[in-house]
Structures are given as C-alpha cells and as structure tokens.
C-alpha cells in the first residue's frame, strides 16, 4: 500500500458542517436529547443515542427516537445503519436495512430497530442505537433508452457467480 504524500491529505479529510437541532418537547416517557459523537479518532460514523428507554422484544421492530433533527447538506445523503455488536451480541438491526436520510427532510431521526434474537433487547436513555454517516450523492438525470449495452453478466443475477 503506497503512503499518501501528506500535501495530497487534505483532499481527503474534508469536513463538513452537519446542523443538528433537538425536538424540544419532552413528555413522560422521553428524555432530553444526547448530542451524536464519534466514539474514536477515525470512525466513519457518528453514534445515535436513544432519548427514551424502551424494551424491544424478541421478534419485534419499533421506531426508537433520538430526539435529534439533522440538516444533511443539498448535494449529500444521510445514511443510518446498525451498531455491529448489537447485530452480533443481541440481534439487532434496522428494520428497512439502512436508513436514508434526505437532505430536505427536518424531522426527528429515528432509528427502526428490529430484534431477531430470542430475548427482549433493554435499551436506556443514552445508550448508542444507530450509525450516521453523510456522503455526497450525484443527481442523476434519467435517460429513457430503449436497449442496454450488453456485458458478459447480461442478466445473470442472485447467485450466478455462485457461492
């Protein structure tokens, strides 16, 4: 692996302002919001805590709130994706794969956990539930064709490069 000339770093450590604003009310059940974080130097995401305790039971998905809104930058993409341990440990996921988040959208994030484990999963207010990371996106202008290039994988698809 060739090192990096450190004058050619700065085209890849950009940064990025990412506006974050709490949901004010807090009823009950619902705590005051956790600003996100890294946990390390280097991550690639940033840790979504939980702004409520809830009790996810086995077999079962629900909306966790994090009492956060976020303004993705015109030109980008939030995504939201599992914590790794807890998939592991526990069994537990997002329910729709991985969260999209618009860069119009100004509601709360929330994430849409799912329990495939045989256990209920206890989660408390702060406890890290989700992974958000922003990337730039393209628009894409859409071209209607009435034919494709061909390619040596055609049409072949899930699993014809085999196992």
């Known amino acids: ?3 990096i000339p450190l004058e050619n770093t700065k085209k890849l450590m950009n940064t990025l302002n990412l506006k974050i604003a709490f949901v004010s009310e807090v009823s009950n059940d ?4 956790v600003m996100p974080s890294y946990s390390r130097s280097g991550d690639a995401c940033i840790d979504l805590r939980s702004r409520e305790d809830i009790t996810l039971k086995s077999g079962c ?4 709130h994090t ?8 030109g980008a993409v ?5 914590r790794s341990g807890n998939a592991l440990k ?16 100004r509601g709360e994030v929330g994430a849409i956990l799912t329990n495939s484990s045989k256990d209920d999963f206890v989660i408390k207010v702060g ?3 989700a992974q958000f990371m922003v990337l730039p996106i393209p628009t894409l202008n859409l071209v209607e064709c009435s034919s494709l290039s061909t390619t040596n994988r055609g049409d072949n698809g899930f699993g014809s490069s085999g196992k």
């Open 1 to 3: 692996m060739a090192l």
């Open 30 to 33: 619902m705590k005051p919001s």
């Open 61 to 64: 998905s629900a909306l966790v």
């Open 67 to 74: 009492g956060i809104m976020v303004s993705v930058p015109v």
């Open 78 to 82: 939030g995504l939201l994706y599992a």
């Open 90 to 105: 526990h069994g537990i996921g997002l329910a729709n794969g991985v969260g999209v988040i618009d860069s119009n959208y």
């Open 127 to 129: 406890d890290r539930i």
